[in-house]
């Protein structure tokens, strides 16, 4: 690789990549028609992008595109590959060894709807793979009375128009703007500043200037990263079967050169068989025919058949085995992308079970699951459909902790016997092909489990107190005991069992807190310092007691303890196992000191 650096050169540039993100239908396939004067959106399910392609555009092209803008004349790029992406998601699976593929991206606002919840997860992705990109305004022919004019620059059309037209134009313009310096953005029209943010429509105005704006911004922010590499850079984006081909890849190559015939290790080692690639303007995911190579020189969108293709695994990188190069450290080398993600399953066997389309995208869900906000660990990763084994897998939760007994599947089908196997054994699975929709889906059933949970095991989570009587507020000395007492550690809480703790280990156990009053009002926990009337009763009444143990054995105060004992909450081995799996994070550090004082003073292990 070192040598293959050396021998780059200005003077030979690759064509930038550029991915198309932004917020759920605000046309991000229409806008790459427009660009390419096709219509695939009508392949789309319900419009929205449903799979990665990849269209490349030649330089002859863009320059007919541009002809109206003087300043388009410098351009040296051989052209420009753009991916459409499905969203930022699949934006994640075009990494090349560790870095964002993407030389430069689009990012597409709807003008009358502004910022979205995925157009500022989109720009916090961008920000965080350090990719440049311009913003693009679009349905800017939904302005009133807007008057289009197809494929001409953005200038020109906005000259053309009706005065209240332009004045909404650049209100709600300035409006978006508002709304990107708050995300620390600045930005203005690229023609009245170098910032280069710019607006277009569905109708094509603005298009010559996107084209011109995506080369400039490359070739000038960009060179050293453009120069042509000999050495073979390339990633796959899908892996399809596809009718008469059997299964293919559609790969995205970077640098270097691919030849029919080359030895390709994925983490799959296979010889390609036949290099495709669609006519040029359309694009890899339009069924029809393709034009056939012996080689192709970077950058391109390629689909590739050769033999074993079904165990290739989207988001990795293929490398192309040289002549005195070893195949199995070649291997290795492919597998340190899976080995790296594998590296981010919890330790310690409890978690979720995560399934994703693409290495890409598992990453980026794995990522957003680290997060300190979310925090959910992870105890089995895999990428493709979810089967029979992988509800196997899960299951292993159950036993140790049912709310991880729970597939997140990210963009990914569930076969049916996987589904029924599922409800059968009781494992959880969660679908969407957006992460913060499978994140509100868990976090909701985690929710309702716990408080299941709660509800479950309320009797036996006894909350750490320590009780003093008041003097002359003993209002009641046998069962129910009614007493007045200041709380001086923790918290009583109504249902509390409560007990007074003696030198040589016995325990004089007064039931639990049947109610808790202050100043004549009724409620149900008394904080520290707070000063309560308390009645603690066994549940049972005088008669049964009597009947039962015998009036000499009732607990009394004056007889058995008095103003000098402290009463504390009797807890147990098991309430306090309860309190860590159910209340962690509702007692603070305090109160969980208490229950260790507890705990040494009732000699639990």
Known sequence: MAEALTKRSADDLRSPICCILGHVDTGKTKLLDCIRRTNVQEGEAGGITQQIGATYFPMENIRERTKELPEAANMRVPGLLVIDTPGHESFTNLRSRGSGLCDIAILVIDIMHGLEPQTIESINLLRMRKTPFIVALNKVDRLYQWKPRNNAPIRTTLQEQERHTKSEFETRTKQIMVQLQEQSLNSELYWKNKDKRKAFSFSGEGI????????????????????????????????????????????????????????????????????????????????????????????????????????????????????????????????????????????????VCVQASTLGSLEALLEFLKTPDVNIPVSGISIGPVHKKDIMRASVMLERKKEYATILAFDVKVTPEARELAEELGVKIFTADIIYHLFDQFTAYLKNTREEKRRDTAEEAIFPCILKILPNCVFNKKDPIIVGVVVLDGFAKVGTPICVPSKDGEFIDLGRIASLEINHKVVDVAKKGEEVAMKASSGFTLFRLLIIMGDENQKMFGRHFDYDDLLVSHITRRSIDVLKENYRTELSSEEWKLIMKLKGIFRIL
């Not at 790969?251 to 010889?271: A, F, R, Y």
């Not at 190579?293 to 192309?320: P, W």
Request: glycine fraction near 10%; aromatic fraction near 2%.
């Open 208 to 351: 010559p200037d996107l084209l011109y704006l995506l080369v400039l911004l490359t070739q000038e922010m960009m060179e050293k990263k453009l120069m042509y590499v000999s050495e073979v850079e390339c990633t796959v984006l899908e892996v399809k079967v596809v009718e008469g081909l059997g299964t293919t890849i559609d790969v995205v190559l970077v640098n270097g050169v691919l030849h029919e015939g080359d030895q390709i290790v994925g983490p799959i080692v296979t010889t390609i068989r036949a290099l495709l690639t669609p006519h040029p303007m359309k694009e890899l995911r339009v069924k029809g025919s393709y034009q056939h190579h012996k080689e192709l020189k970077a950058a391109q969108g390629i689909k590739i058949t050769a033999q074993g293709l079904e165990h290739a695994i989207a988001g990795t990188q293929l490398y192309v085995v040289g002549e005195d190069e070893d195949v199995e450290t070649i291997k290795e080398e492919a597998m340190k992308d899976m080995k790296s993600v594998m590296g981010r399953i919890d330790k310690s066997g409890e978690g």
